[in-house]
């Protein structure tokens, strides 16, 4: 199956479906990972915070594939945000992954009151002129953080991740970027689970109709909603089962009847006050 890619601002592709190992555990991420390739998964999104870089990397060189053929992000931590410290973190990150490059490389939080962020977002341009990551990006940014590092900067970021899935649809900074050609990457696309998602009747009539599961439905609304996803699942026929996305689509009614859910019900951290 073919996994469709998403073309970036600075002229990379990135496949719209992949893999997340946030909570992974560290001594299961080699397996957990290893199965996500073996079921066809490209994408890798991992981060220096979640301490499972090793797991990743020992997964991709046992995969047999070739580096090309698999799409890496990680993330820099808050605490390592700053010009001298942002180019020794990520190479701790390669030397973590066994990688001499990855694909996109993130700021993980804005973090607005460290006040790190611009000459953060400075260092990874160098970064990647250096080579270190294909691409940059941000994560957890809002509005006015995005303001200002296209006011004050000269690259855009190419995608920024952001909490995204049908209770939280973050409609201000997903229409800032489609408006300036930033891609979004929606992270707890199935809500990482905190509220009953999978069984609300609007999403469970959709998957009976499909004959998929409503973890399916969900992600394939990302999909046409044109959102980069990486569910996670420690679990090998969940992780198989929201790779099966591709042999069904959502009619404009189900699609909006989805949409329709938004209510600005945050799980995760507010990017304005996380540090
Ligand atoms: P998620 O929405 O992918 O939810 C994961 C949970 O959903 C699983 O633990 C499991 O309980 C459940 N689940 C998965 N597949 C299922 C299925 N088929 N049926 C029923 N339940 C299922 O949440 P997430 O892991 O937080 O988000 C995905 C990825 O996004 C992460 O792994 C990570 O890579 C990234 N992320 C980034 C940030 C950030 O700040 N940038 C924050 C959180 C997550």
Sequence with gaps: MTVPTIALNDGTQIPQLGFGVFLVDPDDTERIVSDALEAGYRHIDTAAGYNNEEGVGRAIAASGLSRDEIYV??????????????????????DNLGLEQVDLYLIHWPTPAKDLYVETWKALEELRAAGKTRSIGVSNFMVPHLERLLAETDTIPAVNQIELH??????????????????????????????????????????????????????????????IVFPKSNSRARIAENFDLFDFELSQTEQSSITDLERAGRVGGDPNVVN
Excluded: M
């Design 73 to 94: 992000t990680t993330k820099l931590k808050n605490d390592d945000q700053g010009a001298k410290t942002a180019p020794i973190a990520l190479q701790r990150s390669l």
């Design 166 to 227: 049908p209770y939280h649809q973050q409609p201000a900074v997903t229409a800032f970027g489609n408006e300036h050609g930033i891609a979004t990457e929606a992270w707890g696309p199935l809500g990482q689970a905190k509220y009953p998602l999978l069984e609300l009747p609007e999403i469970t009539a959709v998957a009976a109709a499909h004959g998929k599961s409503p973890a399916q439905v969900v992600l394939r609304w990302h999909i046409q909603q044109g959102n």
